[in-house]
C-alpha cells in the first residue's frame, strides 16, 4: 500500500480512532508500542475465552488501538495469533536449550534431569507474568486448534534432542511409546501451569497447600514418572 511517509512498526495507522480501554493490573501497556500492546491484549483474551470466541474488534478495544491495527502491523487474525506463539515461544526454546545442552554435556544423562529441562522453562515464563501464554497455549492443544500446527513446528528441534536422550536413557523402550510420554508430559505442563492457582486452590480443598516452588518440584517429579514409565519395565 502506498504512503505519504515510511511508518514506524510502533505508529497507529491514522482512521477510526477507537477509545482507548483501561486494562486492569497492567498500567505500563500504555507505553508500549502498539503492535506489542495487542499481541499482549490479544493473549489475555483468547487465553480467557478462547481464540475462535475473540473478535478482532474486541482485541484492538482492549488495546486501547485504533480499529485498523490489527490488519495494519499483522494482516490477519491468523498471522497476529502465529506472532504472539512465536513471541514467547523463541524465549521458551533458548532457555531449555540451555538446559538440554547442560545434560548433554554431563554425558549421563537421566530422566529427571530431561524433565527439569522440560518443565522448568514454562514455570519460569509463568513466574515471568507469561501465564496466560500458557493457558492459551494449553487451549489449543486440548482442543486441537489449527494453531497447533505453529506450536509443534517450533517444538520440533526440541523434541528430536529430548527423544535422543530418551533413548540412550531407555534404549529398549519403542519409538511411539517416547512420543506418547513426550505428547502426556507437555500437556500436563501447560495444564498445570496454565492455571497454578486453580490447581491450588483444588489441592486446599484436601488440606494440601503447596508454594509456587513446591509445585513446580512436584509437577518436574510426576513429568519424571511419566518419561520413565512404570518402574518394573
Known amino acids: 500500500m502506498a504512503r505519504g511517509r515510511v511508518q514506524a512498526r510502533g505508529d497507529d495507522p491514522p482512521p477510526h480512532p477507537a477509545a482507548p480501554v483501561a486494562e486492569p493490573g497492567s498500567g505500563t501497556d500504555a507505553v508500549l508500542p502498539t503492535?506489542?500492546?495487542l499481541i499482549l491484549a490479544a493473549e489475555r483474551l483468547f487465553a480467557e475465552r478462547g481464540i475462535d470466541a475473540v473478535?478482532?474488534?474486541s482485541v484492538m478495544a482492549e488495546a486501547g488501538a485504533n480499529v485498523a491495527s490489527v490488519h495494519y502491523h499483522f494482516g490477519s487474525k491468523d498471522a497476529l495469533v502465529e506472532s504472539l506463539i512465536s513471541r514467547r515461544s523463541e524465549q521458551l526454546h533458548n532457555r531449555r536449550a540451555e538446559l538440554l545442552d547442560a545434560v548433554e554435556a554431563s554425558g549421563?544423562?537421566?530422566?529427571?534431569a530431561l524433565a527439569d529441562a522440560f518443565v522448568r522453562p514454562v514455570g519460569e515464563l509463568a513466574a515471568a507474568g507469561g501465564t496466560?501464554?500458557?493457558?492459551?497455549?494449553?487451549?489449543?492443544m486440548s482442543g486441537n486448534h489449527r494453531a497447533l500446527a505453529r506450536l509443534t513446528e517450533g517444538f520440533a528441534p526440541q523434541a528430536l534432542r529430548?527423544?535422543?536422550l530418551l533413548e540412550e536413557i531407555s534404549p529398549d523402550t519403542a519409538a511411539r511409546t517416547?512420543?506418547?510420554?513426550?505428547?502426556q508430559?507437555?500437556?500436563?505442563?501447560?495444564?498445570?501451569l496454565g492455571d497454578p492457582a486453580g490447581l491450588r486452590?483444588?489441592?486446599?480443598?484436601?488440606?494440601?497447600?503447596l508454594s509456587p516452588d513446591e509445585l513446580l518440584t512436584e509437577l518436574i517429579d510426576t513429568v519424571t514418572a511419566i518419561l520413565t514409565g512404570p518402574p518394573d519395565r
Open 35 to 37: 503492535d506489542q500492546r
Open 55 to 57: 473478535s478482532l474488534r
Open 108 to 112: 549421563t544423562p537421566d530422566a529427571r
Open 132 to 140: 496466560p501464554w500458557i493457558r492459551l497455549v494449553a487451549g489449543i
Open 162 to 164: 529430548f527423544n535422543a
Open 178 to 183: 517416547i512420543r506418547f510420554r513426550l505428547t
Open 185 to 192: 508430559a507437555m500437556n500436563l505442563t501447560f495444564q498445570t
Open 201 to 209: 486452590s483444588m489441592l486446599a480443598l484436601s488440606g494440601t497447600r
